[in-house]
């Protein structure tokens, strides 16, 4: 049977992986088109849609603060630092695959059945620790991580759904 942890910590772990990985490929590609990827950071795929480098910093946010929040019984991940240099955006990434390697099992796996409540604005979300990662942290963290990679799709970086997938975990893994 999955653990709590089993069902956090290595499923963002794998497109946090992805993410570093396609965010490399970027760099790659703007470098040989002549492309200053620090200007990249602001591309948006729709002018009502958070830029690029919100995309990067949401994903890590939804992933480490997450589970974070699975010991804490809060969501409060560090405020948005806002536009930053492509190179910091791959860092920010390397940082949220360290911390998110840090957690200990035995201690998120513990967290099962925990009550967690989240005040959005006016909104109150009462959770458990599985309904809060299942249904709320996961499929933002998702949004945001394939967002990024359709922002760096749609700008001639080549990508196909592989480079999202990451590492499959399969039994022979």
């Known amino acids: ?32 088109a002549g492309v200053d990827p620090d200007a990249f950071v602001h591309t948006r795929l729709f002018d009502d849609m958070a830029p690029f480098h919100f995309q990067v910093e ?15 019984g809060a969501f409060t ?8 240099p492509f ?8 940082k949220a695959e360290t911390a998110l390697e ?9 967290c099962a059945g925990k009550r967690l409540d989240l005040q959005i604005g006016p909104r109150r979300l009462a959770f458990t620790a599985e309904t ?16 990024a ?4 799709r749609s700008h001639g970086v080549p990508l196909g759904k592989r480079d999202y997938e990451g590492r499959l975990r399969t039994r022979s893994s």
Not at 15 to 30: D, N, Q, S
Not at 77 to 84: E, F, H, K, S, Y
Not at 87 to 94: E, K, N, P, T
């Open 102 to 110: 840090a957690f200990v099992p035995e201690e998120i796996a513990a």
């Open 87 to 94: 190179a910091d955006l791959r860092a920010m990434v390397g």
């Open 58 to 72: 949401a994903a890590t946010h939804h992933a480490v603060w997450g589970v974070e929040a699975l010991r804490t």
């Open 149 to 152: 990679y359709n922002l760096l």
């Open 1 to 32: 049977m999955a653990s709590l942890y089993d069902l956090s910590v290595p499923t963002f772990l794998q497109t946090v992986r992805a993410l570093g990985g396609f965010l490399g490929r970027a760099a790659a590609h703007f470098a040989g």
């Open 77 to 84: 991940p560090p405020a948005l630092v806002g536009p930053v």
């Open 132 to 147: 809060f990662i299942l249904s709320f942290s996961l499929p933002n963290f998702h949004f945001h991580a394939v967002t």
